[in-house]
């Protein structure tokens, strides 16, 4: 097959605030990406999902035949779902990626790769620099931190009342923070998986009331120099903890094996 012989067929695990977009992106290519279908929870389509058909289970998705799969419906429905997509020797791309601090769950979606000659492919969602730090690896990193400023509101809800001042609300390893904050700190995760890992990652979590967008600073040190990286992410109007860069890096993501120049 030539690469532009048809668009690359893509599923989707979830179909909310992040589901929404991709799909409306997508339709920017369509020779190069062709959404099939969307997993949830009820198979049943909104009235705002009438843009691609909606199925009830990950067979019914599967059966479809989709190049590559892409998960979006968070750590429990990448640590359930995952493997089957993998072993069936589907491509998936991941989002929900502060589940593979748990070792067990990680260790299961590589034999599930192994065994599917498949391959998990992590998206830089709302962070950066990744390919630098994963490049920095090779020659040895000595530490890598990553603060996380977001909202009060976003971070503390109704706990986030009356707050004037910025609030430390974790600081530690990466591998604590990706499971104390699943939906906030999904970019920890993969900032500990292109560089040093989760126990070496360290995490700052911040509760900010002066800022309205969501902020992550990454910096490393090693062998190849000292890296820094700011970045700040207008959030989702659906969904205030996740970036509206998610589904654009979910989108370059998918393009990225059919582009006839890729980047990174």
């Given amino acids: 097959m030539t690469m532009r012989e048809r668009p690359r067929r893509v599923g989707l695990i979830g179909f909310g605030a992040i589901g929404q977009p991709v799909v409306e992106l997508a339709t920017q290519y369509p020779n190069d990406l062709e959404i099939v279908a969307a997993c949830t929870r009820t198979g049943i389509p909104r009235q705002s999902d009438a843009t691609v058909p909606v199925v009830a289970t990950l067979d019914d998705l599967l059966r479809l035949r989709p190049d590559v799969v892409v998960e ?7 640590r359930e779902h995952g493997p089957h997509v993998l072993t069936a ?3 998936l791309v991941a989002v929900s990626v502060g589940v593979l601090a748990i070792p067990d769950v990680e260790s299961d979606l590589l034999a599930a790769a192994i065994e599917g000659g498949s391959q998990i492919r992590v998206a830089s969602g709302a962070i950066g620099a990744l390919d630098a730090l994963a490049a920095a690896k090779i020659g040895g990193i000595e530490r890598v931190t990553h603060t996380t400023r977001k909202p009060a509101r976003t971070l ?3 706990d986030a009342d009356g707050m004037t001042e910025a609030r430390d609300v974790f600081n530690g390893p990466a591998r604590e923070a990706a499971l104390r ?3 906030s700190v ?3 995760a993969a900032v500990s998986l292109a560089g040093i890992g989760f126990d070496r990652t360290m995490v700052r979590v911040i509760a900010d009331p002066a800022v309205d967008r969501n902020v992550h600073q990454v910096e490393a040190e090693g062998d190849f120099g000292y890296l820094s990286f700011e970045i700040r992410n207008v ?3 659906d969904n205030p903890k996740t970036g509206k860069i998610v589904a654009m890096s979910i989108i ?3 393009r990225q094996p059919w582009l006839p120049l890729s980047i990174g």
């Fill in 181 to 183: 904050f699943p939906e």
């Fill in 235 to 237: 959030p989702s109007a």
């Fill in 89 to 91: 020797g589907i491509d």
């Fill in 186 to 188: 999904n970019v920890t």
């Fill in 72 to 78: 979006i419906a968070g750590h429990d429905a990448l």
């Fill in 252 to 254: 370059s993501t998918l």
């Fill in 156 to 158: 503390l809800g109704d």
